[in-house]
């Protein structure tokens, strides 16, 4: 039988806490996400006839497993509802509305991330040779190119036609609505780009330079990275590969998001720094902004 539920009898005090916790948010989009998961664990759960007069300060870790596990979430879904209650119970009991933290019991849904794979440099050497040999196809050698030297995503390079290439092939451009994205090309990528249109004729700019869809492109990709250095590789592995090395050469996050037409959180992935690292770097900025000989115009 369906369990009753009435309507939780301090919720009102509810409102009054999570209004409080909300205004800690910055960001408007997270309040909206962290309120609708809240409210829901107390008019669902708290809700229920064995629930609804219990003060806030009853609940327990238990309590927020139960109803965590009991969701028909995924794994990444039930995460987000734990970073939520996570904030709001420590809300609660640092301003001194609950007497224990509950949290401290609770069970963090784990989720099993795959493994970012990159191209070793055995087989970048591999492919960087295979590109600037002349006897390989060109249409190949361009397609490896692009993948190698731009960090461009499959959506971007299947369906990049001659209209986006400068007329002296150094930047491809992507017009987004009313936005147009220039994106500089290296110079042995514009070298192969002029051999290729030396060596054939398009005579409508608006023809696909690869006149193969996305899914084979990443097919073509794998069964050209095999014959080349024995390992499969598909776009993205080349694109985690590229945002890695062009991090090395520059921990300017926003430039390599902008060549790499990522957002900041995709470049984030590949950054490798401890939270450590990171204060210690702020205090050096603390330290010398503003002092003696700072020009401050």
Same mark, same amino acid.
Request: charged letters at 25%; glycine letters at 2%; a neutral charge.
């Given at each position: 039988?369906?369990?009753?539920?009435?309507?939780?009898?301090?919720?009102?005090?509810?409102?009054?806490?999570?209004?409080?916790?909300?205004?800690?948010?910055?960001?408007?989009?997270?309040?909206?996400?962290?309120?609708?998961?809240?409210?829901?664990?107390?008019?669902?759960?708290?809700?229920?006839?064995?629930?609804?007069?219990?003060?806030?300060?009853?609940?327990?870790?238990?309590?927020?497993?139960?109803?965590?596990?009991?969701?028909?979430?995924?794994?990444?879904?039930?995460?987000?509802?734990?970073?939520?209650?996570?904030?709001?119970?420590?809300?609660?009991?640092?301003?001194?509305?609950?007497?224990?933290?509950?949290?401290?019991?609770?069970?963090?849904?784990?989720?099993?991330?795959?493994?970012?794979?990159?191209?070793?440099?055995?087989?970048?050497?591999?492919?960087?040779?295979?590109?600037?040999?002349?006897?390989?196809?060109?249409?190949?050698?361009?397609?490896?190119?692009?993948?190698?030297?731009? =960090?461009?995503?499959?959506?971007?390079?299947?369906?990049?036609?001659?209209?986006?290439?400068?007329?002296?092939?150094?930047?491809?451009?992507?017009?987004? =609505?009313?936005?147009?994205?220039?994106?500089?090309?290296?110079?042995?990528?514009?070298?192969?780009?002029?051999?290729?249109?030396?060596?054939?004729?398009?005579?409508?700019?608006?023809?696909?330079?690869?006149?193969?869809?996305?899914?084979?492109?990443?097919?073509?990709?794998?069964?050209?990275?095999?014959?080349?250095? =024995?390992?499969?590789?598909?776009?993205?592995?080349?694109?985690?590969?590229?945002?890695?090395?062009?991090?090395?050469?520059?921990?300017?996050?926003?430039?390599?998001?902008?060549?790499?037409?990522?957002?900041?959180?995709?470049?984030?992935?590949?950054?490798?720094?401890?939270?450590?690292?990171?204060?210690?770097?702020?205090?050096?900025?603390?330290?010398?902004?503003?002092?003696?000989?700072?020009?401050?115009?």
């Amino acid at each position: 039988m369906k369990e009753i539920k009435t309507m939780y009898q301090y919720y009102n005090e509810v409102k009054e806490i999570l209004t409080n916790y909300l205004e800690t948010i910055p960001n408007d989009a997270s309040k909206t996400f962290y309120k609708s998961r809240i409210n829901k664990f107390f008019v669902d759960y708290m809700s229920l006839d064995h629930n609804s007069t219990r003060p806030l300060n009853t609940i327990n870790f238990h309590d927020i497993n139960t109803y965590i596990e009991s969701l028909r979430y995924s794994s990444a879904q039930k995460l987000n509802c734990y970073n939520a209650f996570f904030g709001f119970f420590k809300f609660s009991y640092n301003t001194d509305k609950i007497p224990t933290d509950v949290m401290k019991g609770v069970r963090k849904p784990e989720i099993v991330t795959k493994e970012t794979k990159y191209i070793d440099s055995s087989s970048i050497e591999k492919l960087n040779k295979y590109v600037s040999n002349d006897t390989n196809a060109i249409e190949d050698r361009l397609l490896i190119g692009f993948f190698l030297y731009t =960090g461009l995503s499959r959506k971007y390079i299947a369906n990049l036609t001659r209209y986006q290439i400068s007329r002296d092939n150094k930047f491809v451009f992507f017009e987004l =609505g009313e936005t147009t994205r220039r994106i500089p090309l290296s110079k042995k990528l514009i070298a192969i780009i002029q051999r290729y249109f030396d060596s054939i004729n398009i005579p409508d700019p608006f023809i696909k330079i690869f006149d193969i869809d996305e899914n084979y492109v990443s097919e073509k990709l794998k069964i050209l990275s095999n014959r080349i250095t =024995g390992e499969v590789y598909t776009p993205t592995d080349f694109s985690n590969t590229f945002i890695r090395e062009a991090l090395k050469r520059s921990n300017d996050i926003l430039t390599v998001s902008e060549l790499t037409m990522e957002s900041v959180t995709t470049i984030m992935k590949h950054v490798f720094v401890t939270p450590d690292e990171i204060m210690n770097k702020q205090k050096v900025i603390l330290e010398i902004m503003f002092g003696d000989d700072d020009n401050i115009t």
